[in-house]
């Protein structure tokens, strides 16, 4: 999975990079921006999938499965909309991941290194307990 998914990533960059040389202004720079998403965008990828690999290995169904990550992907998003909107509770964002790497804080201050730290972390956490279940599962064959 990781490497499908990298190489998906890998070729829309390059679509990516070929769309903005055709329709580019002059003197716009816009190679190291682009680099900076893709990368963070991956390392958001490769953490839900993580994530969600250690869900499939803890349900039964893979139907259950799916529906799990998807409302873990949808809540983290809710969550990082509403911390942006109501100033009240903004300190609620640090649990969001998505929020970690919304595109115009991406752009604007790059990538926070504590953010990094806790995607590869928990993307390394839950590789480890997917090999550990995934051995230990008792498959219906």
Partial sequence: MFFI???LNIALFFVTVAFFEAFKPDNYDYFMDLVMM??????????????GMLVSTLVKKVSTAILIMLGVVFLNYI??????????????????IINYFMPSNVLKNGAEVKHIVICVLVSIISLAFTYYRYNKKDFEI
Avoid: A, R
């Avoid at 390392?43 to 994530?51: A, H, N, V």
């Avoid at 942006?84 to 640090?94: A, D, F, L, P, R």
């Fill in 38 to 51: 893709f990368k963070v965008t991956f390392l958001l990828q490769l953490t839900f999938l993580s994530i």
């Fill in 79 to 96: 969550i990082g909309v509403f911390s942006n909107v109501i100033e009240k509770i903004e300190y609620i964002g640090e649990i969001s």
């Fill in 5 to 7: 998914t990298l190489l």
